[in-house]
């Protein structure tokens, strides 16, 4: 059987990808080795893909994948915020190690701030970022960049074990409610909407008009004539009821303040023919009906019987007889005017453009031999 090495160990200095340029490392968990790493990886019955132990002397360690093999000799680069997760400054020792990792069953992860919650999809954006990354460790805050910000997510559970890898697996993700969120007093927040919406309306009565004792306008004046805080009933024979609009005697009557008068000092004086008078433009009271809707025989629509027609001497007149004679006179006057049209009708000849009469003494209008026989 082969005698080479089953483990992987070394130590190196790290430093973050910026020293190598390549800051878009930042945006997982990728790890540059030398290349005398590879040709001992190599020799080796490792697992692909290869996934790496990193221990700082502090006694921190993470998990994270390989990119490259391009680091020069005796070091390893590797992002910024696995340094600050290893506690290890830049050129400090960090011991590497090969190991084998199962796949993540399930991810949860806490927002270090709340304003993860003003990204519209966060799940979309944490799938897009986890391809980048070849593996979790629990207890690590790893950094997600979006839109132009670092979002920072603390990895508080990771299952079947503490380290455990994504590529290529179908995991869950729950999210934990971020670092200062507070959860909101929903039912406080109803009941402020309802204040807002109903606070400025005026306490409806009984009889359909606004109370006049109760207003949440104004809180002194329903607190006025209140016995703890409590609103009297309506004493309705001391004070007189407002109505609506009502009929009474047979005639629409408007409610509120429609039934007053105008003030006779409140009317406005004009000067006319027949010397000073209120103005018309204000109406003290609103007319009464004195007339009455007929029918096609002259009945009236309330069944009593039609004032009779008189002329000017007092007679009492029979409309149908009046309507038959101005009928007569009217056919008369027609047929007198249809005979004296008719006579004047006269026969006229028309030659070219103009009428003309015919001559006497045999004379025609034309000329030629066709008027001899």
Not at 99 to 112: D, E, G, M, R, Y
Not at 131 to 136: L, N
């Amino acid at each position: 059987m082969g005698g080479g090495p089953r483990r992987f160990e070394e130590q190196y200095h790290c430093y973050s990808v910026a020293y190598a340029g390549k800051d878009h490392l930042e945006a997982g968990d990728k790890i540059l080795l030398p290349p005398s790493a590879l040709d001992t990886l190599s020799r080796m019955m490792v697992e692909y893909p290869m996934l790496f132990r990193l221990e700082s002397e502090s006694g921190m360690s993470t998990h994270s994948g390989v990119l490259e093999f391009s680091a020069p000799e005796g070091s390893v680069y590797l992002p910024h915020w696995v340094m600050q997760n290893l506690l290890v400054p830049e050129g400090g020792i960090l011991t590497v190690k090969n190991v084998s990792l199962p796949k993540a069953k399930l991810i949860k992860l806490k927002p270090q701030h709340v304003d993860w919650l003003e990204i519209s999809n966060p799940r979309a954006v944490l799938e897009h970022a986890l391809r980048s990354f070849s593996c979790v460790t629990k207890g690590d805050t790893i950094c997600i960049p979006y839109n132009g910000r670092n979002y920072h997510l603390e990895l508080k559970d990771v299952q079947p074990q503490d380290a455990a890898c994504i590529i290529e697996t179908d995991c869950n993700v729950d999210f934990e409610a971020p670092v200062g969120y507070v959860e909101p007093d929903y039912k406080k927040m109803a009941e402020e909407k309802q204040k807002e919406t109903y606070g400025s309306m005026p306490k409806q009565s009984r009889f359909g008009g606004a109370s006049p004792n109760v207003s949440a306008c104004s809180p002194a004046q329903s607190r006025e004539g209140s016995v703890n805080g409590t609103v009297p009933p309506l004493d309705l024979g001391a004070a007189e009821v407002q109505k609506g609009t009502r009929i009474v005697n047979g005639q629409v009557v408007k409610g509120d303040d429609s039934e007053k008068v105008t003030d006779e000092a409140l009317l406005a004086e004009s000067v006319g023919a027949t010397g000073v008078q209120p103005n018309g433009a204000v109406v003290k009271a609103a007319p009464t009906n004195t007339y009455w809707a007929v029918a096609g025989g002259g009945s009236r629509l309330d069944g009593k019987a039609p004032s009779p027609l008189k002329d000017s001497a007092g007679n009492v007149q029979d409309a149908r007889e009046l309507r038959l004679a101005a009928a007569a006179a009217r056919a008369a006057k027609n047929k007198s005017d249809c005979v004296q049209q008719a006579s004047e009708v006269k026969r006229k000849s028309k030659i070219g453009n103009k009428f003309s009469k015919r001559k006497v003494g045999g004379a025609t209008a034309f000329q030629g031999g066709g008027n001899t026989m």
